[in-house]
């Protein structure tokens, strides 16, 4: 019952967890120091200009990078991280500037109902504008106190400018005539195809080994088996089962636990759901509270090793530790990797806090531990060594013949490459030309026919180290084995149609028109970043 209370919280605060970090994620963006150097207290001496913007301003700061921020938003449909909103913002406010130059006028309504429309943010699942996802979005502005539809409409009016002098900068886009070939043989060959997959797991060849093979190997990659440095400690262990005897509970604070736990969602009826799972969850409340008594127990006990200015080798702890009633635990040598087994989950956190120890610091911060807390003890830090062949030789055997059994994979895919072209050039199917090939080995090769289709409209389960492999191939070729992770893949080409380039074709001008925009949105960047890097140039502080 507790999982299932555990379980269904999770499931009912997900979308709470979202929006949280959300407002995270917006709060960053719209605070973020869009001039670095800039420190808090300069801010309000420092004026540093950039096209209409003062960055050595909070304020300015904000609005530059929030109305930047909600334009990527609504374009791209989804956070951007910080550095490319910095970016865009940058960009945005020097095309915005050059606007104010061309004396472009300001964005009619109509003009802002037809940017809307292109938005990724108030697309459906086909791609297109949605009414209904526009109507939400304007809904839950109501209730936003941070922004309006004034806001909106400002910035979706700042960007119909900022496009039209993308346009000019970009110009028309010049497009070689082999570019478009290029990009419709790319995208528009209709392909089918015929796979093998070669299971890497059953392939078994024997492989002998010597001890000099296994010396050799081992010392020219002697690097894999370094141990880095570990730790040497003990811990006083503050289990939160011995606290549970001084937690006192009463019924209302076990229901409250059980309400706040449980979503009413999924209560039927809360009297008896409650009574259902009453004594799990009062056990619940009670290891919670333990394991809180447990982490003040451990807090106070490093506070008196403050206190009793107890460092490493002091008489002072010696006597605090031999004052306690349970003695130190020892710990098994541990990396910072791996942590301690011996706290399970938490290995990797308590091994954090033991990393900062040594001489000079002889024991940690009480330490959150799946059982309740701990405080642990440095007694060694022990460096980094190279290990005797020896002492790794199980691992190293392991990985000759793991690597010995990669390189023969490999010789494999190339026999049974030349077998299977052999036997196509003989007139059998692939299928038939594959399974003749794999007679004789362990490995196990299925094969799949692909039905005919283009790059501009592939199936979405098709492989990506398929796709890779098209590009060299022409119809009746077999592409080398492409290996990946625990298989390799062949390709053949049992068909391949290239598109019409004649200029009468519509994908020959669609193609031409995207990627004029494309070249066109190119030059405009790098001519705005120019602009961009020189103002801030120009703006920098001057260093006395």
């Given at each position: 019952?507790?999982?299932?209370?555990?379980?269904?919280?999770?499931?009912?605060?997900?979308?709470?967890?979202?929006?949280?970090?959300?407002?995270?994620?917006?709060?960053?963006?719209?605070?973020?120091?869009?001039?670095?150097?800039?420190?808090?207290?300069?801010?309000?001496?420092?004026?540093?200009?950039?096209?209409?913007?003062?960055?050595?301003?909070?304020?300015?700061?904000?609005?530059?990078?929030?109305?930047?921020?909600?334009?990527?938003?609504?374009?791209?449909?989804?956070?951007?991280?910080?550095?490319?909103?910095?970016?865009?913002?940058?960009?945005?406010?020097?095309?915005?500037?050059?606007?104010?130059?061309?004396?472009?006028?300001?964005?009619?309504?109509?003009?802002?109902?037809?940017?809307?429309?292109?938005?990724?943010?108030?697309?459906?699942?086909?791609?297109?504008?949605?009414?209904?996802?526009?109507?939400?979005?304007?809904?839950?502005?109501?209730?936003?106190?941070?922004?309006?539809?004034?806001?909106?409409?400002?910035?979706?009016?700042?960007?119909?400018?900022?496009?039209?002098v993308q346009k000019l900068l970009g110009g028309p886009g010049y497009v070689l005539?082999?570019?478009?070939?290029?990009?419709?043989?790319?995208?528009?060959?209709?392909?089918?195809?015929?796979?093998?997959?070669?299971?890497?797991?059953?392939?078994?060849?024997?492989?002998?080994?010597?001890?000099?093979?296994?010396?050799?190997?081992?010392?020219?990659?002697?690097?894999?088996?370094?141990?880095?440095?570990?730790?040497?400690?003990?811990?006083?262990?503050?289990?939160?089962?011995?606290?549970?005897?001084?937690?006192?509970?009463?019924?209302?604070?076990?229901?409250?636990?059980?309400?706040?736990?449980?979503?009413?969602?999924?209560?039927?009826?809360?009297?008896?759901?409650?009574?259902?799972?009453?004594?799990?969850?009062?056990?619940?409340?009670?290891?919670?509270?333990?394991?809180?008594?447990?982490?003040?127990?451990?807090?106070?006990?490093?506070?008196?090793?403050?206190?009793a200015k107890a460092v490493a080798g002091s008489p002072a702890l010696a006597n605090?530790?031999?004052?306690?009633?349970?003695?130190?635990?020892?710990?098994?040598?541990?990396?910072?990797?791996?942590?301690?087994?011996?706290?399970?989950?938490?290995?990797?956190?308590?091994?954090?806090?033991?990393?900062?120890?040594?001489?000079?610091?002889?024991?940690?911060?009480?330490?959150?531990?799946?059982?309740?807390?701990?405080?642990?003890?440095?007694?060694?830090?022990?460096?980094?060594?190279?290990?005797?062949?020896?002492?790794?030789?199980?691992?190293?055997?392991?990985?000759?013949?793991?690597?010995?059994?990669?390189?023969?994979?490999v010789d494999l895919g190339r026999t049974l490459r030349s077998l299977i072209e052999?036997?196509?050039?003989?007139?059998?199917?692939?299928?038939?030309?594959?399974?003749?090939?794999?007679?004789?080995?362990?490995?196990?090769?299925?094969?799949?026919?692909?039905?005919?289709?283009?790059?501009?409209?592939?199936?979405?389960?098709?492989?990506?180290?398929?796709?890779?492999?098209?590009?060299?191939?022409?119809?009746?070729?077999?592409?080398?084995?492409?290996?990946?992770?625990?298989?390799?893949?062949?390709?053949?080409?049992?068909?391949?149609?290239?598109?019409?380039?004649?200029?009468?074709?519509?994908?020959?001008?669609?193609?031409?028109?995207?990627?004029?925009?494309?070249?066109?949105?190119?030059?405009?960047?790098?001519?705005?970043?120019?602009?961009?890097?020189?103002?801030?140039?120009?703006?920098?502080?001057?260093?006395?």
């Amino acid at each position: 019952m507790i999982s299932w209370i555990q379980r269904t919280f999770q499931q009912h605060f997900k979308t709470v967890l979202a929006v949280l970090l959300g407002l995270i994620i917006i709060s960053f963006v719209f605070t973020i120091g869009a001039a670095p150097g800039i420190g808090q207290a300069e801010r309000s001496t420092l004026k540093r200009e950039f096209f209409g913007y003062n960055l050595g301003s909070s304020v300015d700061q904000q609005r530059l990078m929030g109305d930047a921020g909600l334009s990527a938003n609504l374009q791209v449909g989804y956070g951007l991280e910080a550095e490319q909103i910095q970016n865009y913002a940058f960009q945005r406010a020097a095309t915005l500037h050059l606007a104010d130059e061309l004396h472009l006028p300001a964005a009619t309504s109509a003009e802002i109902t037809e940017q809307i429309k292109t938005l990724r943010a108030f697309a459906g699942p086909d791609g297109q504008f949605d009414a209904a996802t526009y109507k939400t979005f304007r809904d839950n502005l109501k209730s936003n106190p941070r922004l309006t539809e004034t806001d909106i409409a400002r910035v979706l009016g700042d960007d119909v400018r900022a496009d039209k002098v993308q346009k000019l900068l970009g110009g028309p886009g010049y497009v070689l005539p082999t570019d478009i070939k290029n990009q419709l043989a790319r995208a528009d060959t209709t392909w089918t195809l015929a796979t093998a997959t070669v299971d890497y797991t059953s392939f078994n060849p024997a492989i002998s080994v010597t001890d000099a093979e296994l010396t050799k190997f081992f010392e020219e990659s002697s690097f894999r088996y370094e141990i880095p440095p570990r730790i040497v400690a003990t811990y006083a262990d503050f289990p939160a089962a011995e606290y549970l005897a001084q937690v006192t509970l009463n019924e209302a604070e076990v229901r409250a636990y059980y309400d706040t736990k449980a979503p009413a969602s999924v209560k039927v009826d809360a009297a008896a759901d409650f009574a259902a799972v009453r004594t799990q969850v009062e056990l619940a409340v009670k290891n919670e509270r333990a394991q809180r008594l447990a982490a003040k127990a451990a807090s106070d006990f490093v506070f008196s090793l403050y206190e009793a200015k107890a460092v490493a080798g002091s008489p002072a702890l010696a006597n605090i530790l031999a004052t306690r009633k349970s003695p130190l635990k020892s710990l098994a040598a541990f990396t910072r990797e791996a942590g301690p087994a011996e706290f399970g989950p938490a290995a990797t956190s308590v091994a954090e806090e033991a990393f900062k120890l040594g001489k000079d610091r002889a024991y940690t911060e009480a330490v959150p531990t799946p059982n309740g807390a701990a405080v642990l003890f440095w007694q060694d830090t022990q460096p980094a060594r190279k290990p005797a062949f020896t002492e790794v030789k199980t691992k190293v055997n392991a990985d000759y013949l793991e690597n010995e059994k990669r390189k023969r994979f490999v010789d494999l895919g190339r026999t049974l490459r030349s077998l299977i072209e052999n036997r196509l050039k003989s007139g059998d199917t692939f299928e038939k030309a594959t399974a003749a090939a794999a007679t004789g080995t362990s490995a196990k090769i299925e094969t799949k026919a692909v039905a005919a289709f283009t790059l501009r409209n592939r199936p979405q389960d098709l492989d990506y180290t398929v796709l890779g492999a098209l590009e060299r191939l022409e119809k009746g070729q077999v592409s080398d084995l492409t290996i990946a992770a625990d298989k390799g893949t062949y390709v053949y080409v049992v068909d391949k149609k290239i598109p019409d380039f004649t200029p009468t074709n519509p994908l020959y001008t669609e193609t031409r028109t995207q990627l004029g925009s494309y070249t066109a949105r190119l030059g405009s960047s790098a001519y705005l970043a120019e602009i961009v890097e020189t103002e801030l140039k120009r703006s920098e502080p001057k260093v006395k």
